[in-house]
Each structure stands twice: as C-alpha cells, then as structure tokens.
C-alpha cells in the first residue's frame, strides 16, 4: 500500500471508514447528483467527473460533524459519485429506442432490470479486476490520484493547501467565467481553418481540467493519445482525402471503424495477456472461500447472480439466450477495457463499449432492434459504473482505505442511482413523449443519437479489423494502444488540449527536476482538474433544476 502521509488522520478499522453519517450523506449526494446527471446528460450530452465535487462535499461535511477521518471521507464520497455514472450509461444509450421508433413501449420493470442488472455486472467485475489495474498495473487513474491528492493536502493544510486550492480557486474562476458567463468560449477553438473542409476539429479546447489531466498522465501515454490523433485526422481524414483514396464520409467512417477496432483490440489483448494467465487469482473467489482482491469480500455468490440475470435478461428483456450470454461475456471485456481506457486517460467511451457488444450481439444472433439497444445500456451502465469505481479505488489505494468498505459503498450508490436514473428517465417520457428524444428535440442525448446510428453495424468492417489485430499485437509487446485508439476516434482538439498538458508536464520534468521531484505539479494539476470539474457538476446541477422547473 501506498506511504502515509505526516499530519493527515487516517482510519484503522472498518467502522471508522464505513460509517451510517457517512453513508446517509452518501445516499443524499447519489440521489441529487444523478438525478442532475441524467438531466444534463440528456440535454447538453456532457458529464462531468463528479469525483472532485464529491470529494470536496464529503471532507467538509464530515469535517463540520467532527471526529471524522480521511477514510471515512473517501469512502463517503465513493458512495456519492457511483449514481452520476450509472445515469449516464442509461442516458447515453436507451433514448435511441425511441429515436427510431417513437412507438416502442417498454415497461418500468424492463427498463429497471437492465439498469440494476449493468450495475450489479459492473459490481462484480470491477471487485474482481481492482488489484490488477490499481495495484498491480499501477495505472495513473488522474481523477482519482487528483481527487487522493485533493483530500491529503486539504487535510494537512500549509503552503501545499494553499498551492491546491489556489490553483482550484483560479480554475474555477476561469470555468465560471467561461460556462456560465460565457466571456470565453465554451466550444472548442477551431484555429487550424485548412483542416475543417477535410472534417476534422483542428484546434484546442480552453479547459484546464482537459490540460491537467494530460498532465497528471504524463508524457508517455499523452504521446501515444496524440499520435493517434495524427493517425486519425492528419492520416486518415486529410492525407487519404488529398491523395484521392476515399471521400469524406469513407474517410469519417474509416476513422471511428479504426479507432473502435483499436480499442476492442486492446480490451482483446488486456484479457489474452493480463487476464486470463491471472484467471486462477482474479476469478477464484467466485468458486471458492477466498476473497476478492485483498482477502476482504466474499465473492461465491457471483456466479449464481451473473445465470441469474442472463435468465432474466432473456425471459423478462426478451433479449434471447444468446445475446443474454454475450452482453455478460461482453460486460467481462468492456470493463477490462473501460478500466484501462479511465486508468491511462481519464476518459471512458461508455457508449462506445455498448456498441462494439451490441454489434457483436446483432452479428451472431437474431436480436431486434429495440433488444440491441438494451444490450447496449447493459453495458454502457456497467462500464460508467466501472469508470467511477476504479478512479475511487485509485484514491484510496493512495489513502489506504478498505477496500471493502469503498466496494460496500459503491453498491448502494450503485443501486441508488439505477432506481433515481430510471425514474427520472419515465418521467420525462411521460411529461413530454417519446418526441422528446432526438436533434430538435428538447432533449438531444447526441450519445444516444449516434447509438442509433450504429445499430446497423460498424461502418467499415476492413479498417475495424485491422485496428483490432493491430492493437493485440501492439498490446501484446507492451505498447500503450488504448490511447493510440482513443487519440484515432476522438475530435483532434480533444487530443492536442491534453497533449498540452503532457507537454508541460516532460517540460517541467527537463527544466524544474525540483519542482518536479516536490510534486508541485501534480498539487497544481490536481487544483485546475478539480476547478473546472467541481463547477462543472455544480453548473450542471443549476441547470438540472432549471429544467426539472419546467415540469
């Protein structure tokens, strides 16, 4: 475990870090902070980490009832922040039912058990996996190192609070400044002009949690993001125009088929090399009396649940014994694949994985359109789920929390979220029609759009199967291919705003070693992560109850 800090207050036993305060102030902050990102997910298509919010919220919560610890602290806020990841696997999904069909009835119950169903598969697995991506790949997870970072430094106070929450105050001013006032430019700066009529974004984004995490990430894996980046649009979208090999939409559809096959490939090659020679110690608490991850929970149950839900899924869904079977064995590699995209990048493509399983699902089985979506929504739920979790972990990782108390807590934020998510998804449909989904409508869910979109299958089969052979070959020999993936599917300016931050980061490390070796960067970098995405879940929270207003 990690090296505890002088001064800080640190938990010793479970009760201390698992406590009923923490877990009603937990509960509270899952119900409000799902219910807020639905709604935004929903209308704006965005959803803020809310890992530093929480963070901020439960230290000076717990701090004002007194006799808290920073333990109890971590393992309250990982119960707040599970319910905004589940609403956003729903919300970013399930709406295209009703995009293409504006018919499509489904009931409560169903849309209740897929919800519940992605949560509980996003439980197990997640316990299952936590030792190899946190502890054994020591992969960065910056959300969680920030939100680790944030919490220590708040705790011992000195120059480095200072340093933090200075860095935090003045990232806040500027998201203020830019989102609500809108005296900066909220949408990405599109500075390179001759690269537009080829369809790509060339440019950057003013956002100073994009540039810290790139930072926190480090030089490396912000290199490979990058490259493929260059790959993508340098590559693929503007040379393979220019030579005269396809037109823009072949080269569009080239490059996202490219990027997901990048992206399958490495979730393929994290569980050939990673997962499988470790089978016998990641997956042998689910046949026998030992424990998951460090010895703490039992996880015999697992295998009953997972026949469970395949039985309701097929009976109840009516998603057929097939597609049943391949969502949870999909759920196994989109949450391998979540969990190294989060832990290398910080940002999770929930959507993305519900594709890539619903296109297997349609391949070799005869599900319906309506059923493909529900395969889907498993899995994007799963998978955001699966996202919070491991940047929680991370934290306390660093903090030396119990992990069991950490997983407990995630549950009931888990569960949580799923009814509050569900709830908020009906009674839009019933205040506003199935009408209310779509590009003019008043909910736009883009996510969700371009789900429906993909319900036919990948758009260029040949470039998707050589970015997945590719990538499980790159994987195998120990190159960081997950972010190359990302860097080819993503909009360019996403990729040079973090390269920005990775940048600063190697030349930090070159000019200031001290400054460096001090981890002051890292505290400034965590501060503007935490600015932009505290304000960010705050914003979206006012905007949450705007819209709920119109009710």
């Not at 200072?162 to 830019?178: C, H, K, N, Q, S």
């Not at 993909?454 to 195998?476: E, T």
Request: aromatic share 10%; net charge neutral; glycine share 12%.
């Amino acid at each position: 475990m990690s090296e505890l800090r002088k001064g800080v207050k640190y938990a010793t036993s479970f009760r201390e870090q698992f406590s009923v305060r923490g877990m009603i102030i937990g509960a509270i902050g899952s119900i409000i902070l799902t219910m807020s990102s639905m709604f935004v997910a929903l209308k704006l298509g965005a959803l803020p980490w809310p890992i530093m919010f929480v963070a901020l919220v439960s230290m000076f919560g717990l701090k004002a009832l007194g006799n808290t610890n920073i333990n109890e602290i971590n393992v309250t806020h990982t119960a707040m922040s599970a319910g905004a990841m589940v609403a956003g696997g729903l919300a970013f999904t399930l709406p295209g039912i009703w995009m293409l069909n504006k018919d499509a009835d489904i009931s409560v119950g169903v849309l209740m058990l897929l919800t519940l169903g992605g949560t509980a598969l996003g439980l197990i697995f997640t316990a299952l996996i936590r030792k190899y991506f946190v502890v054994t790949q020591e992969l960065p997870y910056p959300m969680g190192q920030a939100a680790a970072e944030t919490l220590i430094v708040g705790d011992e106070g000195g120059k480095k609070a200072g340093l933090l929450f200075g860095a935090l105050g003045l990232a806040a001013l500027f998201t203020v400044l830019r989102d609500w006032f809108k005296i900066f430019s909220a949408t990405p700066i599109v500075w390179i002009k001759k690269m537009m009529p080829y369809g790509s974004l060339g440019g950057v984004w003013l956002s100073p949690m994009l540039i810290a995490v790139g930072f926190i990430i480090g030089p490396l894996y912000i290199g490979v993001w990058f490259l493929g980046a260059l790959i993508g649009d340098l590559g693929v979208l503007i040379c393979g125009q220019e030579i005269g090999w396809w037109d823009a939409a072949t080269a569009a559809n080239i490059k996202a088929s490219l990027g997901i096959g990048l992206m399958v490939g490495t979730g393929v090659g994290i569980i050939v090399k990673g997962i499988l020679p470790k089978a016998k110690e990641i997956f042998s608490p689910m046949f026998s009396k030992s424990n998951i991850s460090d010895g703490i929970i039992p996880m015999r149950w697992a295998p009953l649940l997972l026949v469970l839900l395949a039985f309701l899924f097929t009976v109840i869904a009516d998603m057929g014994v097939g597609a049943s079977i391949i969502t949870i064995l999909g759920v196994w590699l989109a949450t391998a694949m979540s969990a190294q995209c989060v832990g290398q990048s910080g940002i999770n493509p929930m959507e993305i994985f519900g594709i890539i399983v619903l296109i297997a699902a349609k391949a070799v089985t005869s599900i319906g359109q309506t059923e493909a979506f529900f395969v889907a929504a498993i899995v994007a739920v799963a998978c955001g789920l699966v996202g919070d979790v491991m940047n929680d972990f991370k934290a306390g990782h660093i903090l030396n929390s119990d992990p069991k108390a950490q997983w407990l807590g995630e549950c009931i934020g888990g569960i949580i979220g799923a009814v509050v998510s569900v709830g908020v998804l009906m009674v839009i449909i019933k205040a506003y029609g199935p009408e209310a989904f779509g590009q003019d409508a008043m909910f736009v869910a883009p996510q969700a759009s371009m789900v429906a979109a993909m319900v036919g299958g990948i758009s260029h089969m040949p470039a998707f199967i050589i970015g997945l052979v590719a990538a499980l070959v790159l994987y195998i020999v120990n190159f960081p291919v997950m972010t190359l993936g990302l860097g080819v599917y993503l909009p360019f300016y996403l990729s040079l705003t973090a390269f920005v931050g990775g940048a600063l980061r190697f030349i930090v490390q070159k000019a200031a070693p001290k400054f460096e070796a001090g981890g002051k960067g890292q505290i400034i970098a965590a501060g503007t992560l935490g600015g932009e995405a505290v304000v960010g879940v705050i914003i979206a929270l006012i905007q949450a109850i705007q819209i709920m207003k119109a009710f």
